[in-house]
């Protein structure tokens, strides 16, 4: 429970320390989600369960912020504004990375349902991006706003346009 209270103090305050940012809020719920699926006896997480499936739902349906348990997001991450943010399951979220408005992280084939984005470090993925498939982004890369990444970005390059051109930045 300690680490859990940790991480969502840790939270606060990359959210300009306001309680009341749909962002912070996503992430505590998330972060909830997390800490309940480690409960070992199934029917001691049940209550947990109903609480966080309603929370995370809240979410979703009053923020525009979908991001399930079982997306992987490291530490210092902020979710800079609300809505459209929708987060695949599997996707992998580095420590530092900041996510805008309207983007996605998603699968990209239906023959590859699992085949979610890994963000490295210190990610800027700009308002409106899709980053879609098995795509690996590097660390300190910057994903422009509206821009459809399908191929990997090596660390500290642009992804700009649709489909992405990688650039390196100057």
Not at 47 to 76: C, D, H, K, M, Q
Request: proline content about 5%; some cysteine.
């Amino acid at each position: 429970m300690s680490s859990l209270w940790r991480q969502i103090r840790n939270d606060w305050r990359n959210h300009e320390r306001d309680w009341t940012r749909p962002g912070f809020r996503a992430l505590a719920y998330y972060r909830f989600g997390v800490w309940r699926m480690g409960i070992g006896n199934k029917l001691l997480r049940a209550p947990f369960s109903v609480l966080y499936r309603w929370l995370y739902r809240r979410a979703r349906n009053l923020y525009g912020i979908e991001l399930p348990y079982s997306a992987t997001v490291g530490e210092n991450v902020v979710f800079e504004h609300q809505g459209g943010i929708v987060i695949h399951g599997n996707a992998v979220i580095g420590d530092g990375c900041i996510i805008r408005q309207g983007v996605t992280l998603g699968n990209r084939r239906l023959d590859d349902p699992f085949g979610a984005p890994r963000l490295g470090r210190n990610v800027n993925v700009g308002a409106g991006a899709k980053i879609l498939g098995r795509v690996e982004i590097g660390d300190d890369a910057v994903i422009g706003a509206n821009a459809v990444v399908l191929d990997d970005v090596p660390a500290g390059h642009l992804a700009l346009g649709v489909p992405a051109k990688i650039r390196p930045k100057r």
